[in-house]
């Protein structure tokens, strides 16, 4: 099968500089890799074909040759007289470390970079809970208590996983560095070790009420403060009530994240509640005072004569306090006229009769629309 050109190969124009082949040639030779593709044949020929094809346009010589004679300029049997010609390629994976920079480039790119000493101790994992509250006491602030089942330290080790009175040791299977080497095919590759787990170390005599994790699972209660003003998606943070670090580290933290139950009349907006209050025709018409609710119990408020459906009233600071403590929000009162229905025929008649002693001055809003809308209706 013919070769490709080695500038395909590598995606690049024949007008590339070297740091765009090299740039090339780190991308696909990572993705090609045999140790990301394991048993691929395919992506095997192809991590041997950038090798070629990067040795080849990365030394100015070579790049020269081949963009003169192409591939014949490899070709053992046209070296004789070949002006400077040179034919014959290195290992792909010695060009692939050379290229990255030796050995570091397992831990750069197959995950073992910025490994932590497994034998010091390591801080506890964070816990999430989830946790529901009426609409009041978001608004109002209140205290709770919770339940939580979780990996707290072995009162009898104290965390550290042995007997009390034994010691631990340094891991006789990788010496106290926490890996393992392993070879695969031409490369080798470090792996957590079996035996210590990563510590380093291993217990002559493991605490019996832990097995020498150090670490036991416990039902803890709990109790938490939650200011007003919170709302669907706040997060309180309980510090050291996460689980418990491993070699003595310290805990972890609890995370709260709560969410809201919604209310039967009132409807938030930040800061300011919406509360929808029906009031009759006759109300509306008239005037009246109407008593509204609020969060903190009742209150009354002038509705003047003629008020429109949809009309909104605001009672300053009758809203949600805010979190940060700058004050409380607004309540805003939204009026909605509510039309009668089952009339009797009494009812029916005085209406009836309220409609015929009524002129256009009655309802401008009305009169306005039709004035509007009559070139449409002709």
Same mark, same amino acid.
């Given at each position: 099968?013919?070769?490709?050109?080695? =500038?395909?190969?590598?995606?690049?124009?024949?007008?590339?500089?070297?740091?765009?082949?090299?740039?090339?040639?780190?991308?696909?030779?990572?993705?090609?890799?045999?140790?990301?593709? #394991?048993?691929?044949?395919?992506?095997?020929?192809?991590?041997?074909?950038?090798?070629?094809? =990067?040795?080849?346009? &990365?030394?100015?010589?070579?790049?020269?040759?081949?963009?003169?004679? @192409?591939?014949?300029?490899?070709?053992?049997?046209?070296?004789?007289?070949? @002006?400077?010609?040179?034919?014959?390629?290195?290992?792909?994976?010695?060009?692939?470390?050379?290229?990255?920079?030796?050995?570091?480039?397992?831990?750069?790119?197959?995950?073992?970079?910025?490994?932590?000493?497994?034998?010091?101790?390591?801080?506890?994992?964070?816990?999430? =809970?989830?946790?529901?509250?009426?609409?009041?006491?978001?608004?109002?602030?209140?205290?709770?208590?919770?339940?939580?089942?979780?990996?707290?330290?072995?009162?009898?080790?104290?965390?550290?996983?042995?007997?009390?009175?034994?010691?631990?040791?340094?891991? #006789?299977?990788?010496?106290?560095?926490?890996?393992?080497?392993?070879?695969?095919?031409?490369?080798?590759?470090?792996?957590?070790? #079996?035996?210590?787990?990563?510590?380093?170390?291993?217990?002559?005599?493991?605490?019996?009420?832990?097995?020498?994790?150090?670490?036991?699972?416990?039902? &803890?209660?709990?109790?938490?403060?939650? #200011?007003?003003?919170?709302?669907?998606?706040?997060?309180?943070?309980?510090?050291?009530?996460?689980?418990?670090?491993?070699?003595?580290?310290?805990?972890?933290?609890?995370?709260?994240?709560?969410?809201?139950?919604?209310?039967?009349?009132? $409807?938030?907006?930040?800061?300011?509640?919406?509360?929808?209050?029906?009031?009759?025709?006759? $109300?509306?018409?008239?005037?009246?005072?109407?008593?509204?609710?609020?969060?903190?119990?009742?209150?009354?408020?002038?509705?003047?004569?003629?008020? $429109?459906?949809?009309?909104?009233?605001?009672?300053?600071?009758?809203?949600?306090?805010?979190?940060?403590?700058?004050?409380?929000?607004?309540?805003?009162?939204?009026?909605?006229?509510?039309?009668?229905?089952?009339?009797?025929?009494?009812?029916?008649?005085?209406?009836?009769?309220?409609?015929?002693?009524?002129?256009?001055?009655?309802?401008?809003?009305?009169?306005?629309?039709?004035?509007?809308?009559?070139?449409?209706?002709?």
């Amino acid at each position: 099968m013919a070769k490709r050109d080695y =500038y395909e190969v590598l995606g690049v124009e024949r007008e590339a500089d070297v740091e765009e082949i090299k740039k090339s040639y780190r991308k696909l030779a990572v993705k090609f890799h045999p140790d990301k593709n #394991p048993g691929d044949k395919t992506a095997e020929e192809k991590f041997k074909e950038l090798g070629e094809a =990067y040795e080849a346009l &990365s030394d100015p010589q070579k790049r020269a040759a081949y963009d003169r004679y @192409g591939h014949a300029a490899f070709d053992p049997r046209m070296r004789s007289g070949g @002006g400077g010609r040179s034919g014959g390629f290195h290992d792909p994976a010695d060009i692939f470390r050379e290229v990255f920079g030796g050995s570091s480039i397992f831990e750069d790119l197959f995950g073992g970079g910025g490994r932590s000493d497994p034998t010091q101790p390591q801080r506890g994992a964070d816990l999430r =809970y989830d946790m529901e509250i009426t609409f009041e006491e978001a608004a109002n602030g209140c205290e709770k208590e919770i339940t939580v089942t979780k990996n707290d330290r072995c009162d009898v080790c104290h965390g550290s996983g042995a007997e009390p009175g034994s010691k631990s040791r340094t891991c #006789p299977t990788c010496g106290g560095r926490g890996q393992v080497i392993s070879s695969r095919g031409i490369f080798s590759i470090a792996q957590t070790c #079996p035996r210590c787990e990563g510590a380093g170390r291993v217990l002559e005599k493991p605490c019996k009420t832990c097995h020498g994790s150090g670490r036991r699972e416990v039902t &803890s209660k709990i109790k938490l403060r939650i #200011p007003a003003g919170v709302d669907t998606g706040s997060r309180l943070r309980s510090s050291g009530n996460g689980e418990a670090g491993l070699r003595g580290g310290p805990q972890g933290d609890l995370y709260v994240v709560l969410h809201v139950k919604p209310h039967e009349i009132f $409807q938030r907006d930040g800061d300011d509640l919406i509360c929808d209050v029906p009031v009759s025709f006759v $109300q509306a018409a008239l005037g009246a005072e109407i008593e509204v609710p609020t969060l903190s119990g009742k209150t009354s408020i002038k509705m003047p004569a003629g008020t $429109q459906p949809g009309t909104t009233f605001r009672l300053k600071g009758k809203g949600i306090k805010n979190v940060q403590g700058f004050g409380a929000g607004d309540l805003h009162v939204r009026v909605h006229v509510e039309v009668p229905t089952h009339l009797n025929a009494a009812q029916k008649a005085k209406l009836q009769e309220f409609a015929e002693s009524c002129d256009e001055t009655v309802n401008p809003i009305t009169q306005s629309f039709f004035e509007k809308a009559k070139n449409l209706f002709s």
